[in-house]
């Protein structure tokens, strides 16, 4: 890399010396091209510059990387460097009558957010990209005596400054670009244009002015596209979000995603491809159909369309094409399901309650609240071949549909009620319709335990899943004294005989996140979370056994079951790539990839290892963590770390893409430990009790601990630079922490709880979530855990900076809660900032709005971690008022 002095101004202007270039390219004028249109207007060379002749979106240019030009003209990227002025020159052919174009690129790889201007200039017209995003146009050619019109607002050709008398460089017109530039890698990429006249070399030149206090040590030129993970990674692109298999598991459906910035929207659509060559059958792309599934026994999809308000369903057969409507223009639809003989569809409508719009509305109950509580759904059933229409519920409750059984005679359904006497403040009935009779058994009756329930092959019994102390305790495996955790949910089968129940996972340890009982080989098949990772097991129901099976991933997102085969279709990711879709055999558990639409865009990205660590804390409890090292990681250099943690009911599983996503921390130059404090579930339920009336009164100490001990044990982890994170809970227990240590330099609460109380009663679910975390506790008896464990109450101990983060409108944990405590630490003169993002809930899913929520996370992180502030002054200039 070259640096030239850049006199008159303060930084350096530093030459891009080193490109890749193609060959230069014969292009043509379309027919026609000097004929008026109907503006009066000849096709003119600006237009040929700005025409497309290549798509440059998710393409990297490397050396030697083949191109195909027009007319399939072999060519490849080679290696360029410039000359010592600073140019690199074009070999173009004999003009002719015909024009040329010729590509170049090359990469600038920042160690830093930082902000410079780009200086780009030649004799010939051109663009240049940044990013895939165009950031200016030359439309001027000097060899002309006088330049061409140019409308274009991005055109700032001008007179170089600092030239030479007498240098013929010197009239080059050139475009200058402010930039501001991500720790990574960033592909600019220029398209010149030669016309077949007289002119001048065909050469170019760019220059990187960093500018105050930036220079040319935070960044370089490179010639290969090797990256880190950034924000964009996950954020655009296509991503795979199910697939599901045909009933013979011949064909899967395949479900998509793509965001279509800079617009907060986003494309999703459905394409229908065979399993033997994954070739496409039918896409559903452009098409406006929702709720698409396979029918139970052919292959054949259903779907709703809708219009004014109305649903309708199809039903679409893959085989033959044909396509049917089954029931039209239904008013407050809600659902449906097939019966798995295909005969009937059971669907649902919605009723709307009464006074939901009044302005002086009489909350009727804390579940009142919420916008949806006075709307009631009820069960219907069309018979298909026939069209006749049977309602088949009514009454002040909704009814919900859990299953159809296997030989469509019976429904099994609920209806819950509030019951605000008693924790968990709800009451369940769980009902058996018999379909021919219209007749319905009461199973269970004022129940405050609910499961989900579906029908076992021969219909014969029922398999539940739902918390440890559902079926009267009897999936309870805690030491005597402690009160289970009912998010550490368990698997029953329940004889339809006599209501025996059978917990099935009473002595297994992970916690069950779904079920699917097979017909054809009568294995359950279970998801579950063991430890931080989500892993598929086998329940043999004959031996009474599990067996974990191995599907390639380390979080199981989904997974599908073809009902007449021995094929299932899973969506899952390693902690270190992204999510892929996966298929299944069955019979020998092996397995292989079907759509890896993130392969391309992740072929370049490094990361750093994954390791798991774990200590053992002072009152015996051993706790499990794992940590991410920077890529190119060097045991010798000192790195600042983050911590995080949830320190709630469920552990920081290994998702890629999370809100949070931990290798673009590391990625970024930070040490990231992860640890899994007493409560988690996936550890047996003696471990997830302990979250029960615990609100960080050991938690607090296993994480500072935890800390400690991380710190002793990687002499490459800087003490002095470390920061503590977390959201929901664990922006609680960032908050909590805090107020108990000053080691940490800085922290990080994402919707955290301050104040305990208010929470509680304030919270949509404050008080049913409470009912678990704070079973028997309130605020009138228990002071120790609602005072003494509210960081609003301790907010006095709080000495480091600490930056509040919120979604006004979140429901879940009111934004009040992070607002109180920044009001409390600025009338202490603590050092704390607050940001609200504006209309987003609990999550921030606004494209746009993430993008910046992401942004000030790490501007934050790099302020006080690495004491770069720029970033975060330049998205948040300082104020007087």
């Known amino acids: 890399m070259m640096v030239i002095p850049f006199t008159g101004i303060t930084a350096e202007k530093i030459v891009i010396s080193r490109w890749l270039s193609t060959p230069a390219l014969e292009v043509h004028y379309p027919l026609f091209h000097d004929v008026p249109n109907v503006e009066g207007n ?186 880190i993970k950034d924000i964009f990674h996950f954020m655009d692109g296509v991503k795979v979000t199910g697939v599901r298999p045909s009933p013979d598991g011949q064909m899967y459906a395949v479900g998509y ?227 289970a955790n009912t998010y550490d949910t368990q698997a029953y089968i329940i004889s339809l005989d006599d209501l025996a129940v059978k917990p099935i996972t009473l002595d297994f340890d992970p916690s069950v996140v779904s079920v699917y009982w097979h017909t054809t080989d009568n294995h359950i098949y279970l998801i579950a979370e063991e430890k931080d990772y989500r892993r598929l097991f086998r329940y043999d129901t004959g031996r009474d056994r599990f067996e974990r099976i191995e599907t390639g991933t380390d979080f199981l997102s989904s997974i599908h079951f073809a009902a007449g085969g021995r094929t299932a279709t899973y969506i899952g990711n390693r902690t270190s790539s992204p999510p892929r879709a996966y298929s299944m055999n069955l019979r020998n558990n092996r397995y292989e990839v079907l759509e890896d639409p993130d392969a391309e865009r992740y072929r370049h990205v490094v990361f750093g290892e994954v390791y798991d660590w774990t200590f053992t804390a002072s009152s015996g409890v051993t706790v499990d963590g794992r940590v991410y090292l920077p890529p190119g990681f060097d045991p010798e250099e000192k790195y600042p770390v983050i911590v995080y943690q949830y320190g709630g009911t469920n552990p920081v ?19 990231v430990y992860i640890l899994q404090p007493s409560g988690a579930t996936g550890y047996g339920q003696a471990f997830s009790a302990a979250h029960v009336n615990n609100w960080g009164i050991t938690v607090v100490d296993e994480i500072i601990e935890g800390t400690q001990q991380f710190l002793e044990a990687h002499p490459f982890a800087d003490p002095e630079r470390v920061g503590i994170a977390g959201a929901s809970y664990g922006g609680f227990m960032t908050m909590l922490v805090l107020t108990h240590t000053d080691m940490f330099r800085t922290g990080i609460s994402h919707a955290g709880i301050s104040n305990i109380a208010s929470y509680w009663g304030e919270g949509y679910w404050g008080y049913s979530y409470s009912a678990e975390a704070t079973a028997y506790s309130f605020p009138w008896n228990s002071r120790e855990i609602y005072v003494d464990q509210s960081p609003l109450f301790r907010a006095h101990n709080v000495n480091t900076p600490l930056l509040l983060v919120t979604g006004d409108g979140d429901t879940n944990v009111p934004p009040g809660e992070s607002i109180q405590m920044y009001t409390a630490l600025k009338l202490l003169g603590r050092p704390v900032e607050l940001i609200l993002v504006e209309g987003e809930n609990h999550h921030i899913i606004t494209y746009n709005r993430r993008l910046e929520w992401h942004n000030a996370i790490m501007a934050w992180w790099d302020k006080h971690l690495k004491d770069q502030p720029e970033w975060w002054n330049d998205q948040f200039p300082k104020k007087n008022w």
């Open 42 to 227: 000849a096709f003119s060379d600006r237009q040929l510059l700005l025409f497309d002749h290549m798509d440059l979106s998710d393409y990297y240019p490397e050396q030697g990387k083949p191109l195909t030009w027009i007319n399939g003209q072999k060519l490849q990227w080679d290696a360029a460097f410039t000359d010592a002025g600073g140019f690199i020159s074009i070999t173009g052919q004999d003009p002719g009558n015909r024009p040329e174009v010729a590509y170049l690129a090359t990469y600038i790889r920042a160690d830093r957010w930082m902000k410079a201007s780009l200086e780009l200039k030649s004799p010939w017209m051109f663009e240049a990209w940044l990013n895939g995003k165009k950031i200016g146009t030359k439309s001027s050619i000097e060899s002309k005596k006088e330049k061409e019109n140019n409308n274009d607002p991005d055109d700032e050709t001008g007179t170089p400054e600092n030239t030479e008398p007498g240098d013929q460089r010197s009239d080059y017109g050139r475009i200058r670009h402010s930039i501001e530039l991500t720790r990574g890698t960033h592909l600019l990429v220029i398209k010149m244009l030669r016309t077949p006249i007289e002119g001048m070399p065909w050469e170019f030149a760019g220059n990187i002015i960093p500018e105050d206090p930036f220079g040319p040590n935070d960044f370089s030129i490179a010639s290969t596209p090797e990256t």
């Open 257 to 483: 995603r793509r965001s279509l910035p800079p617009s907060n929207r986003s494309e999703t659509w459905t394409d229908i491809r065979r399993f033997s060559d994954g070739s496409l059958v039918h896409s559903f792309r452009h098409s406006s159909v929702a709720r698409l599934t396979w029918l139970p026994a052919s292959n054949a999809v259903s779907y709703t369309s809708a219009h004014d308000g109305k649903t309708t369903i199809h039903r679409h057969h893959m085989e033959t094409g044909e396509k049917e409507v089954i029931l039209e223009d239904i008013s407050d639809f809600a659902g449906f399901r097939w019966s798995p003989d295909e005969s009937y569809l059971i669907y649902w409508i919605r009723e709307e309650g009464s006074g939901t719009d009044a302005t002086m509305r009489h909350i009727l109950g804390m579940q009142d609240r919420q916008a949806h509580f006075r709307h009631r759904t009820f069960l219907y059933k069309l018979d298909v071949e026939s069209g006749i229409r049977t309602r088949l519920t009514h009454g002040n409750l909704s009814t919900n549909l859990h299953d159809i059984s296997p030989d469509g005679k019976q429904l099994i359904f609920s209806q819950t009620r509030p019951d605000y006497l008693e924790r968990p403040y709800m009451k369940h009935d769980i009902f058996l319709l018999n379909l021919e009779q219209l007749t319905v058994d009461t199973l269970f009756a004022d129940k405050r335990w609910s499961v989900s329930l579906r029908f076992s092959p021969d219909g014969r019994s029922l398999l539940a899943t739902g918390g440890p102390s559902a079926f009267n305790r009897a999936g309870e495996n805690i030491p005597e004294g402690m009160i």
């Open 653 to 671: 599983g290994r998702t890629f893409g999370h809100r949070y996503p931990f290798n673009l921390w590391a990625g970024n130059g930070y040490v």
